[in-house]
């Protein structure tokens, strides 16, 4: 950007936005007036606006952003004591369409600006020290590459988040994760794979059947070869589909000897008409411990926010469909 001002403008700038979580060039009292003025006029630095907030009982937040063009997004913040996560959204929608999501059935919209991804950080700054972030919420952070890859560097540089502290959750764009693993970054890759055969997994990613299971795998353990990091694979549980014994040992013998871990995730669901269930407690269990067996290092995700529909998508969903008459809250003070 030049705008005829001296270069360290931009250091004072980078200050009020990423620091200190300004967002209002008026606030930005040590630029001169007029500068002021003109960056709000050409550059507009607010993208987004709260429509929505809910907060759950374990203290999660949802919030829902409208954008200058109208679309909306969904922002998570999940507290822990004086520090939070954000679980950012990479897209309005998402082309892919997983058959369990609910940013799936509500199609692509657009892909987000690294401005309008970092902004969603920004605007949790107020409610604690957000020192994780993960790519995690509407939309499939590797078909929106370039801006995604600025938002993490963003974030990485501007307002300090560690590296390994950053996330991407990818439905596993094959070639992009080779191009991330060529970064060398030290972020966290978190793959969705939600299935150990070619079969299952389109059943419940129909889109995705350019890359096989194998592929997916054999490219992660690159990816942890040349990052020496290691690759976390999600799997949504979904009863009576793939939640068996023998998925389970499936599994197991396809990640034979790669550096990762499993995040075994209960299904979380979308309406009360719903399709799929989570299964119950102890075929979790057992689907867990035959992945130990094996050797392998599992963890389940903690089910934070179930009561305000904090799984990727469902807000906006209902938002769009009832015109956004659900639990207005105030978000301040929550911890
Ligand atoms: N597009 C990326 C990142 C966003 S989705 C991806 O698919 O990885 C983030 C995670 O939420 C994915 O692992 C996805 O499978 C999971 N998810 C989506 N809908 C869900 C639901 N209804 N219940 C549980 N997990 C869900
Ligand atoms: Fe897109 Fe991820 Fe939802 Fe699948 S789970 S539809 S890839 S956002």
Redesign the pocket.
Known sequence: MSMGEPSFRGCQMAQWLYRKSVRDTAGMTDLPVGFRQRLMQEFGLRNLTETLQQVAGDGTLKLAFRLRDGEVIETVFIPHEDRGTVCVSSQAG?V?G?V????GHSGYRRNLTPGEIVEQVLCCQPLARVTHVV???????LLNYEAVLRAVRLLNHETGIGMRNLTL???GIVPNIRRLAAEKLQLTL???L?APDDELRQRLIPTQHRYSVKEIVHCCRDYAAQTSRRVTF?Y?LLAGLNDSASRARQLAQLLRGVLCNVNL??????DASDDYQPPDATSIRRFQSLLEEAGITVTQRRERGLDIDA????LRRRLNSTGARIGLMIARGVR
Not at 100 to 103: H, I, K, L, N
Not at 135 to 141: C, D, T, V, Y
Not at 311 to 314: E, L, T, V, Y
């Open positions: 998402c892919v997983c369990f999501c609910a940013t790519f995690m919420g509407m939309g499939e952070p959750s990818t439905v978190a793959v969705s939600h999600e949504v995730i209960p299904y979380n669901p979308i799984a990727c998508g469902q």
